[in-house]
């Protein structure tokens, strides 16, 4: 299951620069596109406000 940005980003970018797969992509929130997030938890540990989640 792939991880999500909830509404709680703040669009900092962090997150975007620490995928090994590039699933990330820029928005007023950022997205995870879920078919290329491999799990592997990176953006979440980045995140300094805990917007993504499992």
């Known amino acids: ?3 999500k940005i ?3 980003c703040i669009a ?3 997150c975007m620069d ?3 797969v ?3 992509s820029e928005g007023d929130i ?3 596109d879920a ?3 491999t799990d592997c938890g990176t953006c979440a540990e980045q995140c ?3 917007a993504i989640v499992e």
């Open 12 to 14: 900092c970018g962090s």
């Open 48 to 50: 300094p406000v805990e």
């Open 30 to 32: 950022y997205v995870i």
């Open 22 to 24: 590039e699933a990330i």
């Open 6 to 8: 909830t509404d709680e």
């Open 18 to 20: 620490v995928c090994p």
């Open 35 to 37: 078919a290329k997030c």
């Open 1 to 3: 299951m792939a991880y």
